[in-house]
């Protein structure tokens, strides 16, 4: 994998609270290089993450005129919110990122035809980041290729394993 820009590697090394990791993106993608933005949520949205009621695996983020939107994320409504001050479950959702940044990925995203998707959510100091990498969509076959080899390596340390129980 790729060197993370501004500090996104080291992101797992400092003390954050994972709040929902996408599992399907590792499986469905090839994964490049990540990036770690902020989101612009609402007060009832951020004590839904707090009690973990959400879902990251449909989401992905795309470039609109100059600013990064994270489609897809499902947030349910806090529970003890009143009715007229909840929030739109699945509204698009504005990313914080360094104007820099955004044009360059414009540009990979672009030239590379590649996707943005978010790998995981997780509070640092009491806000709320998103982890996204750039991927390319895996057929079918890669996918079943990438189990196959797995299921080998996996069988050779077994076998492996039992030739040195056995002496």
Do not use: C
């Amino acid at each position: 994998m790729a060197k993370s820009p501004k500090g996104a590697s080291d992101a797992r090394s400092r003390n954050d609270q994972t709040i929902a990791t996408n599992r399907r993106a590792r499986r469905d993608y090839e994964l490049g290089d990540s990036f770690e933005a902020g989101i612009v949520l609402s007060g009832s949205e951020v004590k839904s993450l707090r009690a973990a009621t959400v879902q990251i695996a449909e989401a992905y983020a795309q470039i609109h005129g100059g600013e990064a939107w994270l489609h897809g994320l499902h947030i349910a409504p806090y529970a003890h919110a009143q009715e007229h001050s909840g929030h739109d479950p699945d509204r698009p959702r504005k990313l914080l990122m360094h104007r820099h940044e955004i044009d360059r990925l414009g540009h990979r995203m672009q030239t590379d035809r590649l996707t943005l998707v978010p790998l995981r959510l997780y509070f640092r100091d009491g806000r709320v980041k998103v982890e996204l990498a750039t991927g390319k969509g895996r057929k079918t076959v890669d996918k079943r290729h990438d189990l196959a080899k797995r299921e080998a390596d996996r069988e050779a340390r077994r076998a492996m394993s039992r030739v040195a129980r056995g002496n």
